[in-house]
């Protein structure tokens, strides 16, 4: 095997991205969790397209198996990503996936040093910083592609396809569901990091960020204008049972608790799924029952959903109208199964329903249903975004090393337009007001 001390080349790519590569592009990771984990691997799969050579990572032991999988050098293995900061570039792409609170310093400085980045969304916790990214994008020629994985899937790229050719007609209005999951919600959005908005941002831009670029691509054109409702309803002191405890490992009525993070945990351990990908998170990768076990009896990953610090909401509704008259509505709730966003668009000859694999057409003339399947793996993180995550990722290294930056379709001025809706969502939630973009 090619060692990580001679896979770093010397010529590194600058912002000419027109001529293809000869070589594998060379890959360092901030972040060697979930996100940077799987984008990592996926990049492993295709060794003459790419070859990780470096990562930052906090964690001692996160950081060691990751090293010890992608064959990196003792001296490419940093504990603080802000070390690479401080050093000749290391490689031709920076795939940043710290916490969302450090994207723009991250890639601010990276951009500058000349790194190619691959940003986890959001891209960043405010709308100034957005732009800050943005403008170190573009005065550094950076090929930058936010991780909207949701632009990628064959689901989409069928729906698209689907509008385009006219099938239902001109859209007219638009109903969207995001589905989080009750147990996924109170592992990442109650125990979880991204539970507060002072710690990492409002669950909008945590979570459905995708979601609103998505509808906007679906859509096409300019949000005009936006408000939204929403509040922490549930996951409050005063909705916990009588005799709950301050953790599911020691609480008295732990086994009548939907939301018990020891049944969740140790579920995933037994059957694996996406409850073993939560459950890894929260032992650190050590799936031992003598760590999770440690993890629920000290961790925050053991506490009782009634007795956290949470503050993000755990529903929203977020309402749009585009320039052209279409209107779109959009709830996110805590409260369903994890399963599959739910998709209605309301055209002038029909109506397309879709649930991120299959998709039904009604044609109003025929009155006929016609079903088209996409179904690649499923639609959760730890399932590959049903398929979002490698087509991204493919299309991110096709872009760079066959010299078709067209391919990167979720680039710097849509990201920044998404992120927008965003923010102004936001703002027309906490004033009660209507707010023109």
């Known amino acids: 095997m090619t060692s990580t001390t001679d896979a770093v080349p010397m010529d590194l790519i600058t912002g000419d991205l027109s001529a293809p590569m000869d070589?594998?592009?060379?890959?360092?990771?901030?972040?060697?969790?979930?996100?940077?984990s799987a984008y990592a691997d996926l990049a492993a799969t295709r060794p003459q397209q790419a070859r990780v050579v470096a990562v930052a990572e906090l964690r001692d032991g996160v950081r060691a198996a990751f090293a010890a999988r992608h064959d990196i050098d003792a001296k490419f293995r940093f504990a603080d990503w802000r070390d690479l900061l401080d050093q000749p570039r290391l490689a031709d792409i920076a795939i940043i996936a710290v916490q969302d609170a450090d994207h723009v310093e991250a890639a601010v400085g990276l951009a500058d040093l000349g790194y190619q980045l691959l940003l986890e969304k959001p891209m960043a916790t405010s709308e100034a910083d957005?732009?800050?990214?943005?403008?170190?994008?573009?005065?550094?020629?950076?090929?930058?592609?936010?991780?909207?994985?949701?632009r990628y899937t064959p689901y989409t790229l069928a729906l698209k396809q689907l509008l385009l050719e006219g099938t239902i007609g001109d859209i007219v209005s638009v109903q969207h569901l995001e589905p989080i999951g009750h147990y996924h919600f109170a592992h990442s959005f109650v125990r979880g990091n991204w539970r507060t908005e002072s710690q990492s941002s409002p669950l909008l831009l945590a979570k459905s960020c995708h979601d609103l670029d998505w509808l906007c691509d679906i859509v096409g054109g300019r949000v005009r204008r936006v408000s939204s409702f929403g509040s922490l309803t549930h996951f409050r002191p005063e909705s916990a049972p009588e005799g709950a405890g301050e953790r599911c490992i020691s609480c008295a009525v732990e086994d009548g608790c939907a939301f018990s993070a020891k049944r969740m945990y140790t579920e995933g351990l037994r059957h694996g799924g996406t409850k073993a990908y939560f459950a890894r998170i929260a032992t650190g990768g050590d799936l031992r029952p003598e760590t999770l076990e440690a993890a629920l009896a000290e961790g925050p990953y053991g506490r009782c959903v009634y007795?956290?610090?949470?503050?993000?909401?755990?529903?929203?509704?977020?309402?749009?109208?585009?320039?052209?008259g279409v209107t779109v509505s959009f709830t996110l709730t805590a409260f369903t199964p994890l399963e599959n966003r739910h998709t209605k668009i309301f055209g002038t000859r029909g109506q397309l329903t879709g649930d991120g694999r299959k998709i039904e057409v009604y044609d109003f003339l025929t009155e006929r249903?016609?079903?088209?399947?996409?179904?690649?793996?499923?639609s959760s993180a730890a399932e590959g975004h049903a398929g979002g995550d490698a087509a991204l990722l493919n299309a991110y290294l096709d872009a760079l090393h066959g010299g078709r930056p067209e391919l990167i379709v979720s680039g710097i001025d849509t990201a920044v337009a998404g992120h927008r809706v965003v923010f102004a969502a936001e703002r027309a939630r906490h004033t009660g007001t209507v707010i023109d973009l």
Not at 134 to 149: D, F, I, M, Q
Not at 307 to 324: G, P
Request: net charge negative.
């Open 307 to 324: 007795r956290s610090d949470n503050d993000v909401v755990d529903h929203q509704v977020v309402n749009m109208e585009f320039d052209s």
């Open 23 to 36: 070589r594998p592009l060379s890959v360092v990771v901030l972040g060697a969790g979930a996100r940077g």
């Open 369 to 378: 249903t016609t079903v088209i399947d996409t179904s690649l793996d499923g």
């Open 130 to 150: 957005c732009d800050a990214i943005a403008e170190a994008a573009r005065r550094n020629g950076t090929a930058l592609a936010v991780c909207h994985v949701m």
